[in-house]
């Protein structure tokens, strides 16, 4: 029994790119003209067709299998029409865009099923255990990193198993401020159903219009505003988890424990390998008062890494705090609207931002200021709003950057800061290199985005020409990327995480025992191996 | 190769009691009275008689891997000797204490080992696991749980593993405030190695002065500043861990990442049975300029429970916070030292403490302090500042009691706040029941000394009479309350861990499934069974 459902419509984003596409801006000549001068970009890119026009492999699901998933979920709730199947075909990576840009469906399921509870989650579970089937778990289909693709062989066929009915406010204890939410719920769902109430959860990851609570669980999403709020990892208290060899119901009976291992961090971050989570209760906090979001200027990224360091190491956390480097505050990156506008004003611009009730804003606010102030200029109230106010746009300039013929990708990884200097340059010439080998000099731009006491996130943003082949063209750079990460000492993925296309990685992160012990559980509880496979586990 | 290593002197605790005999207090006329007048306490407890009379079951470990072990790691560092297989029995639970003070020393090692390296200790384990030995790390031997008596059936011998050589630090990043240690390093030489060059790991739990780094991870230590430093399991941000199988190495890439499960929270209070902890990555915190300890008094327990709360959810959380309930306020457990003194002050007495820089201790305790004044009475500095001076004190006055005929134990978990005021009436209830069907009517006080935003801990203290069975006594009195805990909703333990006293309890905490995938865990590292068996893992 749910204490409320989301009733909002749920709008499929596009098939093809990122979202809704009507926010797919329109490129200013400056910027085709950049694209022509700094990058060589010479002819557009590959557009997408009609989606009717896409050609789907037969869906090979045996029918009596189809016909027990009717029977356990119901056959409205088994879907095997070709657009459906076509929306729940991987993510939204750069090259899962531009196979869907090359017409390239086949990796399609076989099947999409809604299923509308727990237990029938747990019954999908068991039939496709015993028949063999492969179920890849899709929410929000935003993942950008092949999570969203399993190996369709040796099993007898792929099923997508999407939540979106999973969309209940199951529990709400104002007193202790926790929410159980099903794992279907969007982050605007999950907001309208806790803000309505007077609380928030405060995660605001740049995928927030269409990841799902469940996604941001299985891969350790991290929000915009992790400096204050925590990263998704750190609100969970409790996972209700349906596996085929049955229920498992962890932690929900405090927030820390010393009652052995912490399991819940054995789920978090699985990415449906080991189960699917089907509700998490959650740490939420009161709809902040006031927010306040600033621009700080500084002289170096170096000055600009400095000054998150000391925030985030003194206690005066702000909200959001992020800091980017010279190039992508150039280009303005940090408000994707006013991407090649004027006036960005040289420098490394940061974003501090503070939420909370109107004293405790102003409390930290003031200690903050007086360290900003030492390091850097500021404040700029109007560059703040315009980041705050154009969040969510810069997945959408991505679409319009392809369609121009430009090759456009992000990756992130994260380490201690004694060692982010030497990683950052370590990554940024490894992109490069690669890049510029292929003959596709790249422009890179990076930026801080999640700081710790003991170390912080760097998210770069790659763009170059694309060559006939822009998938094989990334493949290598970001080989290149992934390999001068692991030898930085930084770890493969801060939040995006490791799908199939860090999986190798992850393996060489994690050493053979580590592996051989994840094995062991993969093998307890799921024992066909059908849970996504291919993703994740090495 | 370490950085430094530990110099001061390596003072054994008392074999049969706790810490420093010196420490022992002399209990005044008035509290020898009242357990008298209050408890029924007629006759004096058993005393232990001096070391040299123990009796110990004959070593049964085979000569050729006694051999092999010291091969490996050194004659000197094998050793059989009586007196340190006797300070190697068990640890400091109350039914401990009674066992060797009614000279039970069936559960003594067969062996003491004290490997010098990881590999060493590597190597002691691959030699155990072949030959079936049971190995149990004993580190400061303060588990209250049970966690230092493994099964010895159906096992060829058992090891106790000493790390106290290894006592490094192996690294020290200043910049990102980490430190690597070695696990046999106690408390104080932990401190005293990074105090040296201007850091502190801020972890002081009540057993700080003989507890170790390993045992502070294996277990999930929760320190009394927890509130500002966090629990140790937040510290860590990597491990280093032999196994039977090989090294497991984890983590230490950066303080969060996206990559997986995080696997070390799978080592994190897994209380030996999954691996041997031989170092430790922590985020440290400079030393604090400041220090400020104050009492602050409520009217009733509810209402200091309050206070915390709103603390603990606003974000002005001070260092230290701990509130006693009125029993405990009118005994002074909260000042040992001035235990059945006058003066104690009624109402329910907090202690609210500050560390860091001057200017962040004023502005965090002002923000705090207008929300203190407005439910509570306060501040005085004089409670606070002798609830810090005697902060280690209370494990001594147990010493004391038991010898003067009191049963005196100590028990706690953790809920959400929601759940906190049933789940306390319902284990003192528990407790109380118990206790008086068995004819010895109970002083049962209680406190909160770990908080979150989303709940608490709850820590009893329970004293009565000694019937001439104590073990069994409080066995019944312990099962009642552990029952009581899981009814109520909370974990059988917020930081003294499992052990083999709460296995039952966490077995039914877990769940089949997920036990099921720990044993697939333990099974895949620990092949043959030997590490800590008959601990934690149901």
Not at 16 to 24: E, F, I, L, T
Not at 373 to 378: K, P, S, V, W
Not at 396 to 415: F, I
Request: overall charge negative; glycine content about 12%.
């Amino acid at each position: 029994m749910a204490l409320a459902r989301a009733t909002d419509p749920y709008s499929d984003p596009s098939w093809s790119g990122w979202g809704d596409p009507a926010n797919v801006p329109e490129l200013p000549e400056e910027v085709l003209s950049l694209l022509g001068h700094a990058l060589g970009v010479s002819r557009p890119g590959r557009r997408p067709g009609p989606i009717s026009a896409v050609t789907l492999p037969a869906s090979r699901l045996p029918a009596p299998v189809r016909t027990m998933l009717e029977t356990a979920i119901g056959v409205a709730n088994v879907v095997d029409r070709d657009e459906a199947r076509v929306r729940h075909t991987r993510g939204k990576s750069t090259p899962d865009l531009l196979r869907v840009r090359a017409g390239d469906f086949g990796a399609a399921p076989d099947l999409v099923v809604l299923p509308g509870s727990h237990q029938q989650v747990l019954e999908a579970l068991r039939i496709c255990s015993q028949h063999r089937i492969a179920v890849v778990p899709f929410g929000g289909g935003t993942s950008v990193v092949g999570g969203l693709q399993p190996r369709s062989e040796p099993f007898a066929g792929v099923i997508a198993l999407d939540p979106r009915r999973l969309n209940g406010l199951l529990g709400l204890d104002e007193v202790s401020q926790v929410a159980t939410l099903e794992v279907g719920l969007r982050g605007p769902q999950a907001e309208s159903l806790l803000g309505s109430r007077g609380f928030t959860t405060g995660h605001y990851p740049q995928s927030f219009e269409y990841a799902t609570i469940g996604g941001y669980a299985a891969t350790r999403s991290s929000g915009q505003a992790s400096a204050g709020y925590g990263r998704f990892d750190d609100l969970v208290v409790g996972l209700r988890v349906a596996t085929p060899v049955g229920e498992l119901s962890i932690g929900g009976r405090a927030p820390k424990s010393a009652a052995g291992p912490d399991l819940r961090q054995l789920i978090l971050g699985s990415e449906g390998t080991l189960g699917v989570i089907t509700a998490v209760s959650l740490q939420i906090r009161p709809l902040p008062e006031t927010r306040v979001y600033e621009g700080w200027r500084f002289d170096s990224f170096a000055t600009g890494a400095s000054a998150l360091r000391t925030l985030a190491q003194d206690g005066r956390r702000p909200t959001v705090l992020r800091c980017s480097d010279e190039a992508e505050t150039a280009l303005n990156l940090a408000r994707p609207a006013e991407i090649g506008a004027e006036g960005a004003g040289g420098g490394c611009l940061a974003i501090v931002g503070w939420e909370g009730s109107a004293e405790d804003v102003d409390m930290r606010g003031r200690g903050a200021t007086r360290m900003l102030e030492a390091l850097g200029r500021g404040p700029e109230p109007e560059a703040g709003e315009s980041w705050a106010r154009d969040r969510y746009r810069g997945p959408y300039l991505r679409d319009a950057l392809l369609d121009a013929g430009a090759l456009v990708e992000t990756l992130e990884t994260v380490t201690f800061w004694s060692l982010l200097p030497a990683l950052y340059a370590a990554v940024s010439g490894a992109l490069r290199d690669s890049l510029i080998a292929q003959g596709t000099p790249p422009v890179i731009l990076c930026h801080i985005s999640h700081v710790y006491a003991s170390g912080a996130s760097r998210y770069f943003t790659v763009g170059c020409a694309q060559l006939k082949d822009p998938v094989e063209q990334w493949r290598r750079a970001k080989a290149a990327a992934s390999d001068a990460i692991l030898a930085a000492g930084g770890s493969i993925t801060h939040h995006h995480g490791v799908g199939r296309d860090h999986r190798d990685w992850y393996e060489r992160e994690l050493g053979p025992t580590a592996v051989e012990a994840l094995r062991a559980v993969k093998t307890e509880l799921d024992p066909a191996g059908v849970l996504n496979p291919g993703i994740l586990i090495p």
